[in-house]
């Protein structure tokens, strides 16, 4: 909004600081933000880490009292929590941030302070979250959190108040990224960049935005009436005035089912990128794997009450569920047979992302069978609430979605980080990974047919789990060994100097196209696009035996000249201007989340609390409102 | 396609038009209240939801300019409504609300 | 699909549409699904109160009838805010966005009153599920107006002191169609809410 400036406190101008920890908490660049995602994600993946092998040391021997019952909870709780919110998604989120401009041939996204605010009010959201670690207990009902046994009467404890309340603040987050990267695909791409030209990730980027914000109003409708009944006695699950707790689970379902695509299509994006790179292959069936991932958006909405088999909704509602949720591996296999149609034939060149990508099939193929074998009412009556659900969920969200963003963590790191990781240890890493991953999970799924119920804190050495409990352990052991591994090589690699070429794997898609890291402004001039796979079209043409022959002039790997960015003349690109107030307004969202979340423990201190990040957050906002258009010439 | 009458903003009613649906707008609420005394038994439901459905057509058309704007904008809110009541009616047949 | 026609060097965007405008679409497109689902909890537990008060011992069809349609009028006052900056009349605009605050208001003002009765006639948020999901339902709806009516007069004090300029008229356009869906939710609410009720309360 461009309003007088001249009488504006000086506070109010626009900062102007690119370098230093001030720029990163001004920045609105969506590289830097991406970085902020990926970095904050990957804390968050080491945190839930950590609880995950605590998990597994309780359970290696039978009778362990290695934590009480109730940290147990705790850990399990915030486990998958931590895991499905503050990593899996936000490092989807990292890569729509890195990638999706630079796939589009666009400078930023369409709203860089909103996307500002997303990232703080994620950082605050995941936050908030574990507050209640420090606050007498984090939540520990597990992360569906049926009713009733999240009332106030049954959990009292202020665990489930910052479940709610970093929920909801996480869910602010999501809409308004996601919102963001809608206007942004729709909106920003470069000419001749047309849907059915646009990369596959930039696709499921579309597509997971598009379940964000319809999935998110549902979950927060859900929270705000537990939190209701938490904080003001009303009686949404309450079954003494009449109150359903089922509702609470289709509510959750509703929301928890395109959930799990939320988590899932980014790395199948990913994938669909990485395995034509290292094939020298276009995507086998692109427009399969396209309209199979629009599909699954639909679809996914579909399928929520497989989750709610055993509760007794009918002998109806369960045929129906089971039907859509059996149609919806369709999509699925389709996709399958696209990428292994993409190997076929192809030149394959197994680097460290192509490894992670085969892995992401061989195993989201494992995940996605056990699937179907509860997508059956009976058969799911004897899996629900085992282990078997569990081997079920880390083959498709660990061996599925991890090893995806694994895959993209390879791939781009020397885009955006200027710098190679190193292959031999990236090749350990995905051995390490790989073999863990079998050994950990794999054994779950006896576990579970044996009848070892899911959450359970200890078992009797008699129920014959013991050995299958310690192999798993010693396999979640060696992930942790593998991401051990993985922090080396990038910490090593980050202290290297810049050795990245601009397209080090011979890619396919625009973003290989200019310098590794990208420059602030990313194409001095914007793209036209006229193909699918525009940059490979550009290095490469068909030859007569219908295979890719280097176009003369150039060839693989030449140096990016393209798009202008051999000069350095910048004058007249447009940068958004830095700005305080996604920082300011997320803070005062925040602590308005803490303070209510502290009501029951502290009333008068949570008052305080709520009633200063309220002043806060309105500040921001209306700063944000006034604030000017951009730096004052 | 976005047609040229589409694009072109110039094509939004006059204040006249806008009141001529404030008009409509109103007859319809005093009929719904109308039909809601007149006791209209079983019909009443189906009647109140086409009634108020048109209202929320005429609002979105012509006040939300639905009508002359981009298709991009109606499959935006209608994706949205569209989507909310399949889960709405999938919800109420789940909890047995339509055979009870 | 758009740029075809736009020769110019730069296209401002792919679909020749805002940015600006095409995420409020998108946010509205959003907002159904939050208000579907507090809808969706209230249908699923019409009737399953276990105590009074009961809908139709409290609801007043003439007296929320008015309400509603003051909401629905200032539904035409705010568009013709809007045909009022599109055609450079800064004074209608004032005036216009001024009166759709005040209709805002008044609606609100009425909400507040109606919820004094009920609390009088002892239906609170806690009293039974009615309580619980009448409230949370409508409430909601009202936080969405109360924050329409900040907007609007944000803009009118803009307006005021010439801070608004005729080429802005995006703005008001947009504080419309947030101000145009609040709207149509209360036609909804309206209707599932109150109106299904009446035969109970007539009879």
Known sequence: MATATGALPRFLHRPTTYNGIWSWVVTVDHKRIGVLYGASALIFFLLGGVEALTIRTQLMRPGSTAVSPDVFSQLFTMHALTMIFLAIMPLGVAFFNLVVPLQIGARDVAFPRLNALSYWVFLFGGVLLNAGWVFGGAAGDGWFAYAPITTSTFSPGPGMNFYVLGLLTLGVSSVAGALNFVVTILNMRAPGMTLMRMPVFTWMALVTSFLLITAMPVITIALIELGFDRFLGTNFFNSAAGGDPILWQHLFWVFGHPEVYILILPAMGIVSEVLPTFSKKPLFGYPFVVFSGLFIGVMGWGVWSHHMFTVGLGAVANATFAITTMLIAVPTGVKIFNWLGTLWGGSLEFKTPMLFAVGFIALFIIGGLSGVSHASPPSDAQQQDTYYIVAHIHYVLFGGAIFGLFAGIYYWFPKFSGRMLNEGLGKLHFALMFFGMNVAFGPMHWLGLDGMPRRIYTYDTAMGWDFWNLVSSLGAYALGIGTLVFIWNTVATLRKPHDAPADPWDGRTLEWAIPSPPPIYNFREIPHVHARDDFWHQKYTEGADGRAVPVPRGGAHQPAAQYGQGHEDTHGIHIPGLSYFPFITALGLGTAGAGIALQQTASLAGVIVMAVGLLVLFFGAYGWAFEPAGPEE | ?100 | MATASAPAAHPETTTGLDHRKLLMWAFLGSDCLFFGSLVATYLLYHGKSLTGPYPYEVFNIPYTSVSAFVLLMSSLTMVLALAAIQRGDMRGLKIWLLATALLGSVFLGGQYFEFTTFVEHGLTIKSNLFGSTFFTLTGFHGLHVTVGVIILLSFWVQALRSKIKPEQHLNIELAGLYWHFVDVVWIVIFTVVYLVEAPNIIT
């Not at chain 2, 409509?24 to 009443?44: D, H, S």
């Not at chain 2, 086409?50 to 005429?58: N, P, Q």
């Open chain 2, 1 to 100: 396609m976005a047609t040229t009458a589409q694009r072109h903003e110039q094509a939004h009613p006059t204040p006249a038009k806008y009141a001529a649906i404030a008009v409509i707008l109103a007859l319809i609420t005093l009929v719904e209240v109308g039909v809601v005394y007149a006791g209209v038994g079983g019909l009443l439901l189906p009647i109140l939801i086409v009634l108020s459905a048109t209202k929320f057509g005429l609002v979105a058309m012509f006040y939300m300019h639905l009508k002359f704007d981009h298709r991009l904008f109606s499959a935006l809110f209608v994706g949205g409504i569209l989507l909310t009541t399949a889960i709405l009616i999938a919800l109420m047949s789940l909890f047995r609300v339509f055979f009870s």
